[in-house]
């Protein structure tokens, strides 16, 4: 097939995804990796569409996450390489596979918790994710209850593995959901 373009993945996804949220999270990740993709010179649209299918398989296998992608990508011609790179987003979580060495996979592991705690930020503001900054983010990040069920461990760590200044990683993922945020239902 080629190179995964995002209409490619979002023909993909229903196949194995029936839930509102993981759309929504599908949506979120698929915009953060946009923006990470505009700091690394990689192109929007495949960086885009790695972060949409991220998740392929977890609502079928929750418990087995990240170990059945190649078996439903493989099939729809998605190149190795890529498949490799979704992989990686849960190493040292749910999977040891595939260890994040480049750009897109050390920013999908990155960015996929990260943009819980923007979203939930976004959801808690009268006006959205419109006009959110960084240092507003930062005091939502430091707080452990505030959105409890993002793994600030596994940003930071994705922090260091990117070499980014967590205030870039973190207005990327800011500036690719506010270019969404109807997709996102956070306006």
């Known amino acids: 097939m080629g190179q995964l373009t995002l209409a490619k993945a979002?023909?993909?996804?229903?196949?194995?995804t029936t839930e509102d949220h993981l759309f929504t999270h599908a949506a979120?990740?698929?915009?953060?990796?946009?923006?990470?993709?505009?700091?690394?010179?990689?192109?929007k649209d495949h960086w885009e569409a790695i972060g949409y299918l991220h998740d392929v398989d977890y609502e079928k296998y929750p418990n087995e996450h990240c170990h059945h992608v190649r078996e439903f990508l493989a099939p729809e011609g998605v190149d190795e390489d890529?498949?490799?790179?979704?992989i990686s987003h849960g190493y040292g979580l749910c999977t040891d596979e595939v260890i994040p060495t480049t750009d897109?996979?050390?920013?999908?592991?990155?960015?996929?918790?990260?943009?819980?705690?923007?979203?939930?930020?976004?959801?808690?503001?009268?006006e959205g994710i419109t006009g959110?900054?960084?240092?507003?983010?930062?005091?939502?990040?430091?707080?452990k209850r505030?959105?409890?069920?993002?793994?600030?461990?596994?940003?930071?760590?994705?922090?260091?593995?990117?070499g980014l200044d967590q205030n870039v990683v973190m207005q990327a993922c800011i500036d690719g959901m506010t270019e969404h945020k109807d997709e996102l239902g956070l306006k």
């Not at 979002?10 to 194995?16: C, F, G, N, S």
């Not at 505030?146 to 990117?162: H, P, Q, S, T, Y």
Request: charged share 30%; aromatic share 8%.
């Open 104 to 126: 897109i996979e050390k920013s999908l592991f990155t960015v996929d918790e990260l943009t819980g705690v923007v979203h939930a930020y976004a959801l808690m503001r009268p």
């Open 132 to 143: 959110m900054d960084v240092k507003g983010l930062k005091k939502k990040f430091k707080d």
């Open 28 to 43: 979120a990740v698929s915009a953060a990796m946009g923006a990470m993709a505009a700091i690394y010179g990689g192109d």
């Open 82 to 86: 890529d498949i490799k790179t979704i």
């Open 146 to 162: 505030f959105a409890a069920g993002c793994n600030r461990d596994v940003i930071k760590k994705g922090f260091e593995m990117l």
């Open 10 to 16: 979002k023909e993909i996804l229903p196949k194995y």
